[in-house]
């Protein structure tokens, strides 16, 4: 006989466990349709190429893919934007614009096992295409904001960095980096915030090859630590002046929604490189122990890479993990608790006939009812509807049937009535 | 620039398909709730012999399996029952008993591809552990009625045949079938609905076997269309009486219910062989058009197989697809409707920050509230408030800027109101 568990890796939800999924994704629900966002889904196989064509060969090593049996290459999605993308490409021209679409996909990567790292997550993604405006980008921000708001999180719990790789790449571009080392000055100040300004300094010099007063210029972009500063240095420019009143257009409108408070720019989130286009943001714990907990931004070339239709799209994705971890530290996880609206209970063998027509006429009427599968001492019966945390005992015994009612007791108060068995549901 | 579409079988959930999806869940769970049952899940993928173990070696050819990149046999789940054996084993000292559990996995089969026939689905799983007794075999099939009546179904709908194998296993050996050929017989029988008399007579005689009058006593059980014909036969019978005492207090539970208009006792109703044994029910639509919309049954000896625990059990499936064809086909498909609360609009670009202001405040109360994501013509935004079925339009020129107020419109009636902005929210 054989001992089975779970693949490493990945999650049994246990009841308890399951409750805190429900709740995550009850609010990532809620505030998506206060926004006007529509929930779709997609299947969680597909041809592994949707997923090379995005992010190359190189994806394939972190995939759950294989052969299936009608020799077709496919693979457990690693995530939802390429469906999405996909799906919308094939009906984009009936499709109204912009379109507002969510999903909460589960996502699976093969992860080399550490520290107990999950190999499957479930993720909202939230994603707006056909707008190419700034309009857009705010609108998807503030939806990523509210959703950590609606958990219960403040100013305090959270920020969102924000970032543009239009503005950032004119910036380089501006202090002199040449076109063809732009990938790689990402790359190196991607890293800003965790290695020396000496060592950035030094990779600027080395690997990027920048001369001294390019390398000083690139590092003065990164020296404005708010979006003030940058337009006083570089809003007169020609060719820096757009992206900067374009992105000013950005933060006003995210003021105008009373959520300045949240946001920080921050020139150093530069996040996949071949794939965002334009504003990117990635929100963070305000204490900086946790990895992000979302990411999106602008990326209008995906569309027309894996469909014929070639329209503007941004997007985030919010796992459940990072985030449930961030809940548990501050409390804000619903306590799991298993309510019954009533626990009917027989005093002996013969009540059973009633009172199982009374556990139908209860549900029914839209009441969470249990009772015991076989007849138990009467002691075991209110044992176990306490142990099921029941709003309420019904009871039913020769005196209550010969008199047509049923005691019911409040398991809070203790207080007893004593109710027509027709009236039970309305008592 | 190549053109993805879904795999074979498995399907895209574009919104108004979800929205069909979301109604089934909901009601599912609505359901699962009000007979106490609390939502668990599994992994999608799970070790390949946790489903070799159950069901075979045959089974793998319909399976999504595949060796991932850790040499481990893997497999997408082709169903939900091995998973929860395999989770309440392996807490079973834990758990208070009757587990009542349910869950609504998305399942995948590598079915050859025939008539649009899908290689995955949704299916709600409800199953109860650790209670021998029929009180809840009763409480089961009792929850699968309740659910299709949640949807609107009727006795007119549907109907519930019920069978069991521990009564038909001792009327065959009573009829002098042989214990080594009860497999072949209940095979034979189980196509008596779609074979002629003369064919299965043929087949019980020539591939069972069976002499002339035990031919004749086999017929004979199957003759008796209704509970209390075979209570009359047969009740007096040492070794069968027990079983139908048993089987008599079941049905005497689902009257006790009300829910005695859906069952219809039919011993040739088998199902899974080597799985089932005690009760077992199939739910078909009542006018024979479609597949099975759920199936179950009392299945004792799974726990011990795949876990240290030696647990009864018993549950039931019940797939979206043939449930979404039924309730298509008698109009009780919900109505696909996105319905904002509000659609804002803005007069002219100028109003723009107090729309955004307004669109967050109202998101804050709990409204659904979309508008325009760029300054578009005032004719245009009525008419995405129309498309997109908002309750009502608030619009914002620089006249009610000046006053503070907003106009708030109902889109049915017409009528126009003018309110303070802070009050918009509660008007």
Redesign the interface.
């Known amino acids: ?8 890796g ?6 308890d466990d ?2 805190v ?2 709740h995550i994704m009850r609010t990532w629900r809620s ?1 998506a ?4 966002f ?10 592994l ?2 997923y090379t ?1 995005k992010s190359g060969p190189e994806i394939v ?1 972190q995939l ?1 893919n ?5 020799d ?1 290459e ?1 693979s ?1 999605r690693p995530e939802m934007t ?1 469906t999405l993308a ?2 919308v ?3 984009a021209g009936g499709l ?1 614009k ?1 379109v ?2 969510f999903s909460i996909p ?1 996502l ?1 990567r ?1 992860e080399r096992q550490q520290r107990g790292r999950l190999r ?1 997550h479930f993720q909202l993604n939230l994603d ?1 295409v056909g ?1 190419p ?1 700034v ?2 980008d ?2 998807l921000l ?1 939806a990523a904001i ?1 959703v950590l708001r609606a958990f219960g999180l403040t100013a305090d719990d959270f920020v969102a960095r924000v970032s543009d790789r239009r503005l950032l790449r004119a910036l380089l571009l501006h202090a002199q980096v040449p076109e063809e080392r732009l990938t790689l000055v990402y790359n190196i100040v991607d890293k800003l915030e965790r290695e020396t300004r000496d060592a950035i300094t030094a990779r600027l010099s080395g690997e990027a090859g920048l001369g001294d007063t390019v390398v000083e210029e690139v590092l003065a972009i990164f020296r404005h630590r708010d979006f003030d500063a940058v337009r006083e240095a570089y809003g007169g420019i020609a060719g820096l002046g757009e992206e900067i009143a374009r992105l000013g257009e950005y933060f ?2 995210l003021d ?4 300045g408070a949240f946001v920080r720019f921050d020139l150093s989130v530069v996040r996949g490189l071949a794939y965002y286009t334009g504003a990117v943001f990635e929100l963070f714990d305000a204490r900086g122990e946790l990895r992000a907990i979302a990411g999106g931004g602008r990326y209008d070339n995906l569309l ?5 239709a070639d329209l503007p799209a941004l997007g985030f994705g919010m796992g459940d993990v990072v985030l449930r971890e961030l809940l548990a530290d501050r409390g804000l996880l619903p306590r799991a608790e ?1 309510r ?1 609206d009533a626990y009917l209970v027989a005093i002996t063998p013969e009540e ?3 009172m ?2 009374l ?3 209860l ?2 009427a ?5 009772y ?3 007849h138990l001492g009467v002691g075991k019966q209110f044992k176990n509807a306490a ?2 945390n029941a709003r309420r005992t019904v009871v039913l015994g020769p005196d209550e049937i010969a008199d047509g009612v049923a005691v019911i007791r409040d398991m809070e108060s203790g207080e007893e009535r004593r109710v027509p068995l027709a009236d039970v549901a309305s008592a």
């Open positions: 006989m054989p001992n089975f568990a779970a693949l490493p990945f999650r049994d939800f246990y009841p399951l409750a999924r429900t505030v349709r206060r926004y006007g529509e929930e779709y889904d997609g299947p969680p196989l597909e041809p190429d949707l064509e090593q759950y294989f052969t299936d049996k009608g077709r496919v457990l390429p996909r799906m490409g094939a009906r109204r912009p507002k679409w589960q699976f093969y499957e707006i707008e405006g309009g857009a705010a609108e503030a509210d006003s409108a105008a929604m009373g959520l027309k890479q894996v469909s014929d298993r019954l059973r006939p009633e199982l027509g556990a139908h006429q549900r029914d839209g009441w969470a009812v249990d015991g599968l076989r142990a099921l």
